[in-house]
């Protein structure tokens, strides 16, 4: 039984004649007849029965009309499907991302891919960088956003971001009042009570342990802790642009502009085992998103 023979057996009941199905499919009658004949054969009997001009369903053929029916529903849904999983619409994606990677452009993304790709079905695991090339080593995820560089040959940097850190404060901090520009990074390390240590890159960790001096009130901290201090009130902290965004325009936290801060980032690589070429349509959507969204900002 083939589906081009359960399509000329719906049409002759739909149209009511071999010559009209024959036209609408673009093929001979003959060909209609030996669809019906070899559908007929499977069956175990005849299917029509002519009635001047028409032809009419036999019980046989009334039994078995809604399952052709069905059988050929569930053919278009899967053709359709698989049409959809070809041209990324529809499928898959596991992502492991940093803790500190799920706001601003991560976030962005994820709305654009909910907004364009409703039929795509994101997981989004998170971990530190040795976590995450697990979850890819192990099959858990195909797409792993890490800090950058990163040390296995084997994965493929399929793209690269860079994000800005910056000097934040609570809204109400002592150092939030002075101009920008008229303080040094010395006076915010000594006035930041605490100066909370983050690490974010091995440039970023350099940079804070070389601006320290003997004496000066420090505290080290996961970037996610030195936030939530920030917020209560307290010293200042070295954060992602994208991590403190909500907060600086509600105004809760503002960004301290020493005169010497010349600026510090976070490299971010999106990484995978596969390359793109490899990758499911829906997994290079969701690339081509990233890209969109890290243009627009």
């Known amino acids: 039984m083939e589906i081009n023979q359960l399509r000329a057996f719906d049409l002759v009941v739909r149209l009511g004649s071999f010559s009209k199905a024959s036209r609408y499919l673009d093929v001979t009658q003959p060909a209609i007849s030996q669809r019906i004949k070899e559908l007929e054969k499977s069956v175990g009997g005849p299917l029509f029965h002519r009635i001047g001009i028409h032809m009419e369903l036999t019980d046989l053929g009334k039994g078995f009309l809604p399952y052709a029916r069905q059988a050929l529903e569930i053919l278009n849904k899967g053709t359709e499907r698989a049409q959809s999983i070809k041209e990324g619409k529809w499928g898959e994606i596991t992502i492991g991302t940093l803790?500190?990677?799920?706001?601003?452009?991560?976030?962005?993304?994820?709305?654009?891919?909910?907004?364009?790709?409703?039929?795509?079905?994101?997981?989004?695991?998170?971990?530190?960088?040795?976590?995450?090339?697990?979850m890819l080593y192990d099959g858990f995820i195909k797409l792993g956003l890490v800090t950058y560089p990163f040390y296995n040959s084997d994965l493929k940097e399929l793209q690269l971001l860079k994000e800005p850190l910056i000097l934040a404060a609570?809204?109400?901090?002592?150092?939030?009042?002075?101009?920008?520009?008229?303080?040094?990074?010395?006076?915010?390390?000594?006035?930041?009570?605490?100066?909370?240590?983050?690490?974010?890159?091995?440039?970023?960790?350099?940079?804070q342990r070389s601006s320290?001096?003997?004496?000066?009130?420090?505290?080290?901290?996961?970037?996610a802790t030195a936030l939530e201090i920030v917020l209560s009130g307290k010293g200042v902290a070295l954060l992602t642009e994208s991590m403190a965004q909500g907060y600086l325009k509600s105004g809760q936290i503002v960004r301290l502009y020493p005169s010497d801060f010349l600026g510090l980032f976070r490299w971010i690589a999106l990484v995978s085992l596969e390359s793109?070429?490899?990758?499911?349509?829906?997994?290079?959507?969701?690339?081509?998103?990233?890209?969109?969204?890290i243009n627009e900002n």
């Open 170 to 207: 609570h809204c109400n901090h002592k150092l939030s009042k002075l101009m920008k520009g008229s303080y040094t990074i010395q006076h915010v390390f000594k006035k930041a009570n605490p100066f909370i240590l983050t690490d974010w890159s091995d440039e970023s960790k350099t940079w």
């Open 99 to 134: 803790p500190t990677f799920t706001t601003g452009i991560f976030t962005s993304v994820i709305s654009s891919m909910y907004a364009n790709f409703p039929y795509i079905e994101l997981a989004i695991h998170t971990g530190h960088n040795q976590q995450i090339i697990e």
């Open 276 to 293: 793109k070429s490899t990758l499911t349509p829906a997994a290079n959507n969701f690339i081509k998103t990233l890209n969109e969204t």
């Open 212 to 223: 320290i001096t003997f004496g000066m009130d420090t505290i080290e901290l996961p970037p």
